[in-house]
Structure formats: C-alpha cells, structure tokens
C-alpha cells in the first residue's frame, strides 16, 4: 500500500525525535517541567524534494528544524543525515556534517552581521571552512550573487543598504557557498512584502533545480507552502498530524486539524463558496499537553479513547498518513 522509497534515496530521517526545553523555578532554580516542543515525531525526507511544515505558531517547527540542524541538542530520538546519525556527534565531526546543512532564516537582518561587507558575510562559511582568504574567494562570491539576482556591486555593500527581499538573497547567497545538500528555509518570507515573496520563493525553486538541494520549508502561510513543496507535514502541538503529498493532502485532508486549516484559506473566486471550520478554544500549553491525542480538546469529532490513548501516524493511503482515531 505504501509508496516504495528507496533508502539510497532518502537524505534525511528523523525518529521519534523529543526536544523539550527545562523550566527551572523556584529558589534553587531546580528543574521544574519541560516545555515539550516537539514531543515524538517522525518522517523522511527524499533527495531533491521540498517537505513542508505547517501548523500555528508555537506547535514547534522551528525548534524542529533547529534539532535537526544540531543548533539544539535532541532530548531523545535520532537524526540520520545521509545514512549516518548525526544525533550525538560533536565537535570536528560535526563541523563537518554541517557544510551538508544551512539555514535561512526569517529576518535576514537579524542574521546578517551589519558590520561586514556583503562580500565578507557570503565569503565567511567557506573561509571558516577551507581557511581560504577573502581575496581568493571573490570571484567565487561574485557568481553566487549573480545567481541570487544581486549587482556585482553588492559585494561592497552593507546589509542596512539593501531591502529586506535583497537581504534575503543575500542570507540565501551566503547558505548556498559550501554547496550544501539540506536546506532548512524557516519562514523565509514572512517578513517581506507579499509582492516580493513571489520572486524569493522562485528564486528558490530555481536555485533547488540548479544546486540540487533538498528543503524542508518551515512556513504557518498554507498558500505559501503549497506553492513551495512537493509533500507536507501538518503540526500540531509538538506532534505530526498529518503527512501526505501536497495534492493529496490539499485534496482530502483527513486530520480534523489539517481540515480547519485547510478551509482557513481565503477562496480566490468569489463564486465558488467555502465552509469554514472554526477551532474552538485555544492551542493547550505544551508544558502539560492533554492525554491522549493533543488536538482532542478541541476537536468536533472526539471520541471517548481520543482522550485516552495517543494515535500514532498510520499510513491510510499511499502515502498519506495520519495520526487520528477516526481512521484506526
Ligand atoms: N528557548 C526556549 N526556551 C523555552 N521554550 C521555548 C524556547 N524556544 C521555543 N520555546 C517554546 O517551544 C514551543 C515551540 O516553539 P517553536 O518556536 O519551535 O514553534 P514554531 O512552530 O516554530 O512557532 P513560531 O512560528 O512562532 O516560531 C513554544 O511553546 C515556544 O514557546
């Protein structure tokens, strides 16, 4: 019934991954809970595609995406780059692995350093890398901001000189220069302006085709994900809900939560009418998530065991799959 995926196409898996962040309190600052931010999940991603994460802010999809990029260490579960797991490794071997992996970020301002020439930021991860200097690099770093769409003269210029869509190109110049394989775009459009998210998310699928990477796009806007990514992951309070190929998930989302947000989307014909599901309630806090399945408190189709036992992700069609009771 499931869609054959081939291990040696596969570039990243993540299982039964668990980052929870402490909370210390009271005099002694002992340890007093954890926020459980992303609490048990699992999936793959295959060379060259783009895997969306959606969900509500706070359902931990960045603190996903940083465990996976070892900016956090994982609390339990592993991280397998490239047939080797990368979970525990430290020092020189993974400064190593990490030429593999970059991140774009949301404020390309907030990532850029404001005092270096755009020649230096671009230039500064294969410096670190290969200890090669600026000046041997500069022809280098000239033909990466050709291919982000910047000037030639760019490469003299600070960041506060640039707009914040040729900011972004120039953070998505500096992850492109050790030819990573993995990139992990975290909401890197959400501070534009809509008429310039356009031209970065084609720039990236251009760049996508042209240095064969794989993405994983981290994104709450379901248009803007759609538009990116070939399969798409729905979360939702530190979980995975829902993982299926973009047209099949938009098609027939089968999670409740995936449905609410699914008909969130404004309709672009005005003829054609759209029923919307309205959530009830708020996110529960992932300090103390509800028992059972997370989104049960909330959900229209709650069912006694909802509250009981937590459903795992279960392959309902080729390769869509769920975690909800209403299909077990
Ligand atoms: N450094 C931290 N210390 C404690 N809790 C944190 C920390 N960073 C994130 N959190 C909490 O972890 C949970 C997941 O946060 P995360 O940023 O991963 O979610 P997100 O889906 O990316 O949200 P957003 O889109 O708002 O960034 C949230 O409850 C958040 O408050």
Known sequence: MSIEVKEKDILLEVKNLKTYYPIHGGFFRRKIGDVKAVDDISFELRKGETLGLVGESGCGKSTTGRTILRLLDPTEGKVVFNGQDITRLRGTSLRKVRQDFQMIFQDPYASLNPTQMVGDVVSEPIRNFTGKSIKQLKPEVMELLTKVGLPQDAYYKYPHEF???????????????????????????????????????????????????????????????????DRIGVMYLGGLVEIAEKKSLYAEPLHPYTQ????????????????????EGDVPSPVDPPSGCPFHPRCMHAKPECSQIKPQLKEVKPGHRVACHLYS
Do not use: C, Y
């Open 260 to 279: 609410a947000l699914i008909s969130a989307i404004p309709e672009p014909d005005p003829r054609k009418k759209k029923k919307r599901i309205i959530l």
């Open 163 to 229: 707009s914040g869509g040729q900011r972004q190109r120039i953070g998505i110049a500096r992850a492109l220069a050790l030819r990573p394989k993995l990139i992990i775009a975290d909401e890197p459009v959400s501070a534009l302006d809509v008429s310039v998210q356009s031209q970065v998310l084609n720039l990236l699928k251009e760049l996508q085709d042209e240095f064969d990477l794989t993405f994983l796009f981290i994104a709450h806007d379901l248009s803007v994900v759609k538009h990116m990514s």
